[in-house]
């Protein structure tokens, strides 16, 4: 079987790492939120190692967002202008989303031909950068060190903070499970979605689901 | 000279990394313990309660609409990915 390149080994690495903590963020945090239902967690690690280890997850996300950005604008800057046409939505997303919708229900025949990411793709991506990347890291990092915090708010507002950080966390593990969703049960790829971590699709998925970035690497439009 | 991909990748590491490793440093430089300030104000920290309970209830609710949201992607997803079998099972 013909593979295409999805992902270097670069992305697979970052992915890894950033899916890991998030998942240890979930596992050491809810039971914060939910002392009653998962007492069994810090029973288990003791508090101050489940806290350790929230902290350690916690940074590493931090380190996983951040490169993710500065990784999107020096491709954009110095490798392709093109490249941040991947992540930002245009206006062929809102036809291929008319289109999708138009064939799931059977209006229409005519299944359209994704970019690198669809756009259901690119919302589940806003979803985790937005609510992972920003929300949950800034308000994370605020909590962490609440004596910085208190040097830019009142001290009563870390409340706040920590409301904003717990209810979010639940958004979050939505969003998570889009991506389990949408990565794994898709036709094209169910019952597994491997490029995430060999890098490569099979070359007749590739053409089935993202014909035209399949188009264009292959036209060396490009690299 | 043309910037290469992998060049791109080890900045945005190392540049990353970096910038974490100084605000760790500069937290640490600047750790004050047991200085919680008093509440100097009861009027203040009132109004402030009160603000953090009308936060919080927003907070919910863009919470319960997200997901609200989130949950009808996934059962649009459901309903595609059963339409796409249907459809190659009616094509074989």
């Known amino acids: 079987m013909e593979y295409v390149t999805r992902f270097s080994k670069f992305q697979i690495g970052v992915h890894a790492v950033g899916a890991l903590s998030i998942l240890l963020l979930y596992f050491t945090g809810f039971p914060i939120s939910f002392p009653v239902a998962l007492w069994w967690i810090p029973a288990a690690l003791g508090y101050p190692l489940m806290m350790l280890i929230h902290r350690i997850a916690g940074a590493t996300l931090v380190v996983v967002a951040l490169i993710l950005i500065i990784y999107h604008v020096l491709n954009a800057v110095f490798i392709r202008e093109r490249f941040l046409r991947y992540v930002l939505p245009t206006q062929k997303d809102v036809i291929d989303a008319i289109y999708d919708v138009a064939y799931t229900f059977r209006l229409s025949d005519k299944k359209p031909r994704y970019d690198k990411r669809s756009w259901l793709e690119k919302f589940d991506l806003y979803t ?44 979050s593990i939505a969003g998570v499970l889009l991506h389990f969703y949408l990565a794994h049960l898709s036709p094209e790829f169910f019952p597994l979605n491997r490029s995430m971590f060999s890098g490569e699709i099979p070359r007749e998925e590739a053409e ?3 014909g035209v970035w399949l188009d264009e690497i292959e036209g060396g439009v490009v690299r | 000279m043309s910037v290469k991909k992998v060049q791109v990748e080890a900045v945005a590491a190392v540049a990353a990394i970096a910038i974490v490793v100084v605000l760790v440093a500069y937290v640490a430089g600047n750790y004050v313990p047991n200085q919680l300030p008093r509440i100097p104000d009861q009027d203040a920290y009132t109004h402030q309660m009160a603000l953090i309970g009308d936060i919080d209830l927003m907070v919910k609710i863009i919470v319960g609409i997200g997901v609200f949201a989130i949950l009808l992607l996934e059962i649009y997803e459901h309903i595609a990915i059963t339409e796409c079998f249907r459809r190659k099972k009616v094509e074989e």
């Not at chain 1, 890291?137 to 706040?160: D, E, R």
Request: aromatic share 10%; net charge positive; with cysteine.
């Open chain 1, 128 to 171: 985790i950068a937005i609510i992972d990347g920003l929300l949950m890291c800034t308000t994370g990092i605020l909590l962490w060190m609440p004596y910085l915090a208190m040097k830019i708010m009142p001290a009563p507002y870390l409340l706040a903070v920590t409301s904003v950080h717990a209810a979010f966390a639940v958004l």
């Open chain 1, 208 to 210: 089935k689901k993202y």
